[in-house]
């Protein structure tokens, strides 16, 4: 059947991450319930010892006879008292019981969470870059935030669900000693039961999966609006991505509603129909089996927590299909990242020392788009300053994830100090990488926690101090940072809001120079900054100049006519290269008609 098929994958997708730990919930369920029963059953020698008055103890049935002979152990089988005092000591140890069942469980949660985020955030963080720019940021942030929250409610429903089915099996259990033909229909009326719930399952589960996949959609919104916060405000475009926004959250709102109803359905309906069952077996027990009447009644409270717990399976059920769509989701998720996981080489880098080479490299996004680079030959040697220079889809950028083995070519090889990329361990190589992009990247902390990404403390550690104000200075930042009110210890806000771009971006400079990279890329870094800006940038790069090897990609003259080589790109492929004399010398090349369309 098929809920066996999924409760035996939803078992394992949780076993996956939390091992057989698992089964330690279901041991202490079971001994609970056990140890509830039999604390239920012992309700039948009570009532006979009351009934008996004098002392005399009907022999009665075989199962009486084995709890007589446990009371008889302790020397209380004849006393109402002692029994009473009994029954009481074990309800209070399966109270002890369902306490170390709900304290591992929370542990397991716990458990459960660290190991499951932890494990998706090392997934995104090796996934290759093809796979993340193929995702938006919404999709990532709804994963691995309110997927996986959905995923451990799911984990907290289905170990319930389990647990309830332990307990009415073992109700039913005890119930069957004592009177099996009225187990018998108890039973047979629990699974009709759950067998008409079934359809409301299915319903509830297809909601689950709507929603889980709606979230993803509200959430890319969310994220693209709130970045854009400055621009769509001041250009009063903000309404036109409300319609968008809110047919999503009316979505969301419908989902919920539905999977409300149904849930309510089911509590709703869970004592009335576990009371008509019961009654109905009690009335054919005793009208038509002519049953004795004591071992009916302590069954009857047997069979009355088994048929609440019956509903309870269904309710448990309902509410994990609710959630499953995030299982699902999260399953799905950890299979497509780990399959574009990131390819990294064994062999590792000692710092760079000869250069980087690309040799007849081809590079295409997909099929569709053909070739975004052909057959580049190029070489940047150790301590040079490169410039790459082309208009826009040139392939400059593409060429940069190259040389950091972002990207890897379909055809020809790129080599750092004369390894194939793809030999190489990716970290040995990166770690010596610095990039300054366009887009500056500033996190909501710290002017020196920007500066050492939190290797370090800045204000206890001498050495870490001296070191982020020389990062600083070297990028022309140490000015504006120390009039700021806290200096180095003031706050930026959420990229960097409450500084000017410019500040950002010499704020940027001052992190990879902190790094000490052997290779420092500078991608479009002063394209959208003032002259002031930009000046004190140039003198930056300026500065650097023998020290490191610098890669500029820029459209300004100012950023590369100092460069040691440039390469003038067109179409993916390199069509001039030389130093800026060489270039310049006659003024019938390309790179002499770009350079007098700026000067006009």
């Not at 939803?10 to 369920?29: C, D």
């Not at 009907?58 to 005092?85: K, M, N, P, Q």
């Not at 300054?436 to 710290?446: G, L, N, P, W, Y």
Request: glycine letters at 8%; aromatic letters at 12%; hydrophobic letters at 45%.
């Amino acid at each position: 059947m098929k809920i066996f098929e999924n409760i035996s994958y939803y078992l394992g997708v949780y076993r996956r991450f939390i091992g057989r730990r698992l089964y330690i919930v279901f041991v202490l369920t079971a001994v609970a319930a056990m140890t509830e029963a039999f604390g239920i059953t012992l309700l039948l020698p009570l009532i006979e010892a009351a009934d008996a008055g004098d002392g005399g103890i009907e022999e009665g049935t075989a199962t009486v006879r084995v709890l007589y002979a446990v009371l008889g152990t302790f020397g209380i089988a004849d006393s109402v008292v002692g029994i009473l005092i009994f029954i009481g000591v074990v309800f209070i140890g399966k109270g002890l019981l369902k306490f170390a069942e709900g304290a591992y469980n929370s542990y397991l949660r716990a458990a459960l969470m660290e190991e499951i985020k932890g494990k998706m955030f090392n997934t995104y963080r090796e996934m290759d870059y093809s796979y993340y720019s193929s995702h938006n940021t919404g999709h990532f942030i709804n994963i691995i935030n309110g997927q996986i929250y959905n995923f451990i409610r799911s984990f907290e429903t289905f170990t319930r669900f389990l647990s309830t089915i332990i307990m009415t099996l073992l109700y039913l259990a005890f119930a069957f000693l004592l009177t099996w033909n009225f187990a018998l229909m108890a039973l047979a009326a629990g699974i009709v039961l759950l067998f008409l719930f079934r359809y409301l399952n299915r319903y509830v589960q297809v909601l689950s999966r709507k929603s889980a996949s709606e979230t993803s959609t509200l959430n890319k919104f969310l994220v693209q609006t709130l970045q854009s916060f400055k621009y769509l405000t001041s250009t009063n475009q903000m309404r036109h991505l409300r319609g968008g926004v809110m047919g999503s959250i009316r979505k969301l709102a419908g989902y919920m509603f539905r999977q409300g109803m149904a849930s309510s359905f089911t509590q709703s309906i869970r004592e009335p129909v576990s009371v008509i069952f019961l009654l109905l077996v009690i009335i054919i027990q005793v009208a038509v089996f002519d049953s004795p009447i004591a071992p009916i009644f302590v069954a009857l409270v047997l069979f009355h927590r088994a048929m609440q717990h019956t509903i309870g399976i269904q309710e448990d059920w309902q509410k994990t299909m609710e959630k499953i769509g995030s299982l699902e989701m999260v399953v799905e998720e950890f299979d497509k990242a780990g399959r574009n996981k990131e390819k990294s080489g064994s062999r590792e880098i000692a710092p760079l020392s000869k250069g980087i080479r690309l040799e007849n490299v081809h590079f295409r996004y997909d099929d569709k788009s053909g070739d975004v680079l052909k057959g580049i030959d190029l070489e940047i040697p150790v301590n040079k300053t490169i410039a790459f220079v082309g208009e826009s889809g040139a392939g400059k950028s593409t060429l940069i994830d190259l040389m950091t083995l972002l990207l890897r070519p379909y055809q020809g090889k790129v080599r750092i100090d004369g390894i194939a990329g793809d030999e190489i361990e990716l970290r040995s190589w990166r770690s010596q990488i610095g990039y300054v992009s366009q887009e500056t990247v500033v996190f909501d902390d710290t002017i020196a926690n920007n500066i050492t990404l939190w290797k370090g403390d800045y204000q206890r550690d001498e050495r870490v101090r001296q070191n982020v104000q020389q990062a600083a200075a070297a990028a022309y930042a140490n000015k504006f940072i120390e009039k700021l009110p806290d200096g180095y210890q003031t706050v930026v806000g959420d990229r960097g809001i409450r500084l000017s771009g410019g500040q950002c971006q010499r704020l940027f400079i001052a992190r990879e120079l902190y790094k000490k990279p052997n290779l420092l890329i500078l991608d479009e870094a002063t394209s959208a900054l003032d002259t002031e800006s930009e000046s004190y940038i140039q003198r930056s790069i300026e500065a650097l100049k023998g020290s490191m090897t610098v890669v500029i990609i820029a459209h300004r003259l100012s950023t590369i006519k100092n460069a040691d080589y440039i390469y003038l790109l067109d179409e993916g492929r390199v069509i001039e290269s030389g130093t800026y004399e060489s270039l310049t010398l006659d003024g019938q090349t390309q790179f002499s008609k770009m350079i007098e369309m700026q000067s006009l």
